[in-house]
């Protein structure tokens, strides 16, 4: 019984080392055991070498790297606000001559929405003075403070100043009027904006281009 035992390990012993030699290293959909009998960035996913989905890498699948993000602008983390968590960003999408965005209503007033006085000036506006903040990214460290930009939408276009920052990083406290964080690509107006585009300010929310003007 012992001498049999010993032959059948033996027998599964030269089947494996046949399947897998030790210095054996599999292609795409070649065999594995682990991840270390798989070329480069492959990964051994169900006996079979192949891209690594957490890496994002497809060259089974006819490429050889992920495609990044537009404009490569990533969450840099996340904010919770009661029961939901945000993403934050320190960086917006690319500026162009006509910038994809997102047009929201905020009240620069005191009292308002805008929750602090505008951050370029210290000061509230009321709201048929032509205004808005930008998401972070595009605010660039007060560098538009203001700067005058053009937005457009529903073939009309409407200039406006820059007065404050969209904030893309902290929120859900009274500074920001318990709102969270904005996302990256806003373009906050005031009412008079939003008039001058002949938009519906119950929508909320509508897509825009902007530029510098």
């Avoid at 006819?62 to 919770?80: A, D, F, I, V, Y």
């Avoid at 009661?82 to 965005?101: F, K, L, R, V, W």
């Avoid at 406006?160 to 859900?172: F, I, N, P």
Wanted: aromatic share 6%; with cysteine.
């Amino acid at each position: 019984m012992r001498k049999s035992l010993l032959v059948y390990l033996s027998l599964l012993s030269s089947i494996f080392y046949f399947t897998f030699p030790s210095n054996a290293i599999s292609s795409c959909n070649g065999p594995c055991q682990t991840s270390d009998d798989c070329d480069g960035q492959l990964i051994c996913i169900n006996g079979k070498c192949n891209d690594d989905p957490d890496v994002g890498t497809n060259i089974c699948s006819g490429g050889s790297s992920p495609s990044p993000p537009e404009g490569n602008c990533q969450p840099s983390g996340t904010l919770t606000c009661g029961d939901n968590a945000y993403p934050t960003y320190t960086c917006s999408p690319p500026e162009s001559s006509s910038t994809d965005a997102q047009l929201t209503l905020n009240d620069f007033s005191e009292g308002g929405d805008g929750g602090a006085p505008s951050e370029c000036d210290e000061s509230y506006h009321a709201k048929t003075e032509l205004v808005v903040a930008l998401s972070t990214g595009w605010f660039a460290g007060r560098s538009k403070c203001g700067s005058m930009i053009r937005i457009s939408a529903n073939g009309r276009s409407v200039t406006a100043k820059v007065v404050d920052e969209c904030d893309s990083m902290h929120g859900c406290d009274s500074e920001h009027a318990n709102q969270p964080p904005c996302k990256n690509n806003i373009v906050d107006g005031s009412d008079a904006v939003w008039e001058a585009l002949g938009l519906d300010k119950e929508v909320g929310v509508v897509p825009v281009t902007w530029s510098m003007a």
